[in-house]
């Protein structure tokens, strides 16, 4: 018999396990125990984010925050997901919607369809618009980048400009509410 175990299966299992990724406190808490190697530890789990859609960016982007401070919680938090989205940049690019398919449910296809037709004509200007709304499908937004015109040297310009921007948004947005709700 065949048993298949993904990398997504290992993630799944170690998040769940440990329980990471419900609660920014935890999390922080677990990104604490590296000690001097924890902003590293963070940034690779920003960077597995986008790619691996396991992780609420909204709990790891405040987890930040709560372990490095404002200004390196922003700036580790955006270093991270640049890479992971630069990543999964080339990654649509090279395997096209079959990889694009084993990382989203089919109920996010309609919505990826109408990023790529509106990115077809004006990649740049979405990028501009869906990273700065808040709760905007960021990780959605970088898939159908990878489909349209845009030449990787733009979209990492454009990425690098945008993504502490929207951390920031995200982050300053997320810590008031869980603030309200009380997580530590």
């Known amino acids: 018999m065949y048993c298949r175990i993904s990398n997504s299966d290992c993630c799944h299992f170690f998040a769940f396990k440990y329980n ?3 609660n ?5 808490k677990f990104v604490h125990r590296f000690g001097f190697f924890g902003p590293v530890i963070f940034i690779l789990i920003q960077i597995i984010q986008p790619i691996v859609p396991i992780i609420p960016g909204g709990v790891s982007d405040v987890a930040g925050i709560l372990s490095f401070g404002p200004v390196l919680g922003v700036l580790y938090a955006s270093a991270g997901l640049v890479i992971g989205e630069i990543i999964l940049f080339l990654l649509v690019r090279k395997y096209g919607r079959k990889f694009v398919l084993s990382i989203t449910s089919d109920k996010n296809m309609p919505r990826l369809e109408r990023l790529v037709d509106v990115g077809n004509k004006h990649t740049i200007w979405m990028l501009i618009i869906v990273f700065l709304m808040p709760f905007g499908p960021d990780d959605l937004a970088c898939l159908a980048s990878g489909f349209t015109k845009i030449s990787l040297k733009d979209y990492i310009k454009t990425i690098i400009l945008l993504k502490p921007i929207s951390v920031a948004i995200h982050c300053y947005l997320l810590l008031d509410v869980f603030k309200m709700v009380k997580i530590n």
């Open 24 to 28: 920014p406190v935890i999390l922080k």
């Open 20 to 22: 990471l990724f419900q």
